[in-house]
């Protein structure tokens, strides 16, 4: 039985056998979660398919290799006949929550595997030097060499061998073990010791990009300090905390539950959230999220989430889920991978059989270049360089406020062609505006003003709300007495003693008013997209008010930025044509279709998918067939929505729509190092089959090429880990954003 604390091995080897996405339970089935700190690829995992497939009462198995996690379902399985299983290969299964566990395997004291790497050095320069002592001295300090560090991975080849799994540590063993036969002993122990090296740079390497995400948890507090029944304020364990008890939280700290202010008016840093660096001033009322920072004022919170379930939580758990799916260009390397590994062992067997044939007496020789091919037959570099890659990115990604549900979107991205927005609330601020309004009698402004507030104030219609704030700070308001409302039209009422109505423009035609030169003025404000409010008496229109929903700081850019990356954008919206029109021609958009309904917005992204691959920016419901149909769907303000956060293919955690852009550039780099890292990993291989056949490769420089191949493309994919998402450079979007 191997020793639980060896040196885990990095992701080399066989592709799984069967996908690695979630398994659904089966119905009927029980479920037993072992956390295993040895399994973290698709090595391990190949193995314990294989090994519990031959328990009775197993019918699925779920691998979550990111947390190291194995979900069997079984029916009337014993738990204890199942972690034997798991044990025969080396392996120590614990309860999922078994604090005592570690997250990771103890690896070897690095003193051991200096004194190993010395050894072998010296193995390598007395043969060199063809001292005459070299025979009898040469083989002793290769044997040291490989004792100290070798033997865990000489037990996982011989566990791998006898379930029939091909993997690096069987690979491996049987290289060194036939380059000690045929008395190559320098070199076997080299071997040995670049591969145990390799392994654990390439190790550590692999457990920082695994954790960059959940280093996000260092974000939430694990302790708070909550009100009592008789008032006074205790430190106890987030976890403790119910929903709807309050919590206090002082300058400098971390909020450790979502909630909603009750008191105080902090400034936050909300980047773990939102990407956003920039502080926000927050008030009573407001949202407040786990893992943002109290950076001034202290502040009562009503919880509205328990710790397990707060949106830091959910951003953690769909990332890990993400990276738990393969990507597409992961599941052509598995297949890849499946054919080339086969094929490089029956020619390496061929060539020890076959060389002795063509060059008699060089069966010594024919076995050497058999067993260089071995090592070249290990798919180390090319398996690792996909998941590394996406992983890499997908936290960067989340770590910017950019919530990717996969590696298939991330992939897809760099292709996109056309990106249909939402209007309202995705470009605009969802917020109309008085941009303008014209007294017919400019003596009687600030008097039309007061009484047009006064009757807006009535009205629990969006536009005459802020109609009613825009004018109430000019002229304050008065009381309204025999108030009438007309739905759909507009409100009346006695103000300051005269009947007069508010409302658009049919309540205008109803009461038979309007010239045609205020008609013409008025159609002129409307092909400019204005919403329109009148105020008027039974004999005349006294003024006239335009408001309309301005764009969001930062959209123009936004937009500017993606047609400097080559995709053409398009707006869908429900709201008026003209208006419509005005805020693409403003945005610079290339197409705006208006009065569409939920029906029409799919229609039209159907139509758009033949022009090329289609994504669909929203944050409305009415958006939601249309984002489940586009290729990639976009929600946008997603931080504390339940729906968005599970349904979206991308969520954008804050309202800026410069993460678009941020999203495309991430994808292409994403895509750019793929093909970097397959062709440095299959470019490596080809070179050393020519080699292996010329009699130029040794063993020692093809596990050099190999392990080495492998830690580049880990240092390359994790190249897109150190590259955080830049946030929109729009001076007032941290202010828009919190106002």
Same mark, same amino acid.
């Given at each position: ?32 979660? $072992? ?7 698709? !090595? ?19 691998? /979550? ?56 050095? %010296? ?76 392994? $654990? ?22 302790? %708070? ?105 992961? $599941?052509?390397?598995? &297949? ?105 009698? !400019? ?22 709300? %802020? ?38 423009? &049919? ?29 008027? /008496? ?9 408001? &309309? ?97 599970? !349904? ?75 590259? &955080?998402?830049? $946030? ?12």
């Amino acid at each position: 039985m191997t020793d639980a604390h060896a040196p885990h091995t990095g992701c080399c080897g066989q592709a799984a056998e069967t996908p690695r996405e979630a398994v659904e339970a089966p119905p009927g089935t029980t479920t037993l979660r $072992r956390r295993i700190a040895e399994m973290d690829c698709p !090595t391990e995992e190949a193995l314990l398919r294989k090994a519990l497939a031959e328990a009775p009462g197993v019918e699925a198995l779920d691998f /979550d290799l990111m947390n190291r996690v194995l979900s069997i379902h079984h029916r009337g399985a014993d738990p204890a006949d199942l972690d034997r299983h798991i044990r025969a290969l080396g392996m120590t299964p614990r309860p999922e929550h078994d604090a005592a566990e570690p997250s990771t395997p103890r690896a070897e004291p690095w003193g051991r595997m200096a004194l190993a790497i010395g050894l072998a050095l %010296a193995a390598e320069l007395i043969g060199w030097t063809g001292w005459a002592g070299s025979a009898w001295l040469s083989p002793p300090l290769a044997l040291a060499a490989i004792a100290l560090i070798g033997l865990p991975t000489w037990r996982k080849g011989w566990v791998a061998l006898r379930h029939r799994s091909l993997n690096i540590n069987a690979l491996m063993s049987v290289a060194v073990t036939g380059a000690l036969l045929i008395g190559h002993w320098a070199e076997a122990a080299m071997v040995m010791v670049l591969f145990t090296l390799a392994e $654990r740079l390439e190790a550590r390497s692999l457990d920082r990009a695994r954790g960059a995400i959940r280093s996000l948890l260092d974000s939430a507090p694990d302790q %708070a300090r909550r009100q009592t029944p008789n008032g006074n304020w205790e430190s106890v364990a987030a976890a403790e905390i119910a929903v709807g008890e309050l919590v206090r939280v002082l300058p400098g700290e971390r909020l450790p539950l979502d909630g909603e202010i009750v008191r105080g008016e902090p400034t936050l840093d909300e980047s773990p959230i939102t990407g956003e660096s920039l502080p926000r001033d927050k008030g009573p009322g407001e949202a407040v999220y786990a893992g943002t920072i109290n950076r001034h004022g202290d502040f009562d919170v009503r919880t509205t989430r328990p710790a397990d379930d707060t949106t830091l939580a959910r951003i953690i758990h769909a990332v890990e889920a993400a990276q738990s799916s393969r990507a597409p260009t992961q $599941r052509f390397i598995d &297949r890849f991978s499946a054919i080339y590994t086969p094929a490089v062992l029956g020619l390496a067997v061929a060539t020890a059989l076959a060389w002795p044939l063509l060059f008699p007496g060089a069966w010594l020789d024919g076995i050497y270049r058999a067993l260089v091919l071995l090592v070249i037959a290990c798919p180390c570099a090319l398996v690792i360089s996909t998941p590394v890659t996406i992983v890499s990115a997908l936290s960067a990604a989340a770590r910017g406020g950019i919530l990717i549900k996969g590696g298939r979107f991330l992939e897809q991205g760099h292709r996109l062609a056309w990106l249909a927005l939402d209007k309202t609330g995705t470009l605009t601020r969802g917020e109309p505006r008085l941009a303008d309004w014209h007294p017919v009698d !400019t003596a009687e402004r600030v008097p039309l003003a007061r009484q047009a507030a006064s009757l807006a104030g009535r009205s629990t219609h969006p536009v005459s709300r %802020a109609l009613h704030q825009a004018l109430v700070t000019e002229a304050g308001e008065t009381e309204v007495e025999t108030l009438r409302e007309h739905p759909g039209l507009g409100v009346e009422g006695e103000v300051d003693g005269e009947a007069l109505w508010l409302g658009n423009r &049919r309540l205008m035609a109803e009461r038979g008013l309007g010239d045609p030169a205020l008609v013409a003025e008025l159609d002129a404000l409307a092909e400019r997209g204005d919403s329109l409010v009148l105020l008027g /008496d039974g004999r005349r229109v006294r003024a006239w008010f335009a408001l &309309r929903d301005t764009l969001k700081p930062g959209s123009q850019a936004a937009i500017a930025a993606l047609h400097g990356l080559g995709v053409k954008t398009l707006v869908l919206s429900g709201d008026a044509a003209p208006a419509v029109a005005a805020i693409a021609a403003e945005a610079g958009i290339d197409e705006a279709r208006g009065e569409l309904l939920p029906e029409d917005k799919l229609a039209a992204i159907e139509a758009l998918g033949a022009r090329g691959v289609t994504g669909m920016v929203g944050d409305g419901i009415n958006d939601a067939p249309a984002l489940a149909r586009a290729d990639i769907g976009f929600a946008m303000g997603a931080a504390g929505s339940d729906a968005a956060i599970e !349904t979206a293919d991308v969520a954008l955690m804050d309202d800026d729509p410069g993460k678009l852009a941020t999203f495309l550039k991430l994808s292409r780099a994403t895509r750019r190092v793929l093909i970097q890292n397959i062709v440095v990993a299959l470019g490596l291989k080809a070179v050393f089959l020519v080699l292996a056949f010329t009699g130029q490769a040794t063993l020692w420089m093809a596990v050099f090429a190999d392990m080495g191949a492998s830690l580049l493309v880990v240092a390359n994919g994790m190249r897109l880990l150190r590259g &955080r998402p830049a $946030r929109s450079e729009a001076p007032e979007a941290a202010t828009a954003a919190s106002g």
